[in-house]
């Protein structure tokens, strides 16, 4: 698979993972500017802004390893973004989402709160 294909299987199975959580989508690969958020999601009137990384193999380490401290910022930019234009939201969390894709077995970790 390309990384393109691996990183948008990932997120389709990380949002129908947090689904099964209850968890309710309210975008995928919501975009302003040049800043991305790959899940924007709802649970208990709380706004969770999810990174999701996906691998297929070890080579690189963990997917969660891969997510840069300039990522996170611009994680949080573009919650700041989304918050302006949606200020109905007063309690939010960043989560992570790492999937490891190994032949048919599919490994899910879900890292929440992941700032303090």
Do not use: C
């Not at 910022?73 to 790492?98: C, M, R, S």
Request: aromatic fraction near 12%.
């Amino acid at each position: 698979m390309k990384n393109k294909e691996v990183g948008d299987k990932g997120e389709t199975i990380a949002a129908n993972f947090l689904q099964k959580k209850g968890f309710n989508i309210i975008e995928r690969n919501w975009r302003y500017k040049h800043l991305e958020i790959d899940i924007i999601a709802s649970l208990n009137n709380k706004v969770h802004f999810v990174e999701v990384k996906t691998r297929t193999n070890y080579k690189y380490g963990q997917p969660e390893e891969s997510i840069s401290k300039a990522k996170m910022k611009n994680l949080k930019t573009g919650a700041e973004a989304y918050l302006y234009l949606h200020p109905q939201w007063e309690l939010i969390q960043f989560d992570v989402i790492a999937i490891m894709l190994k032949k048919d077995i599919e490994e899910i970790f879900l890292i929440q709160d992941v700032f303090f």
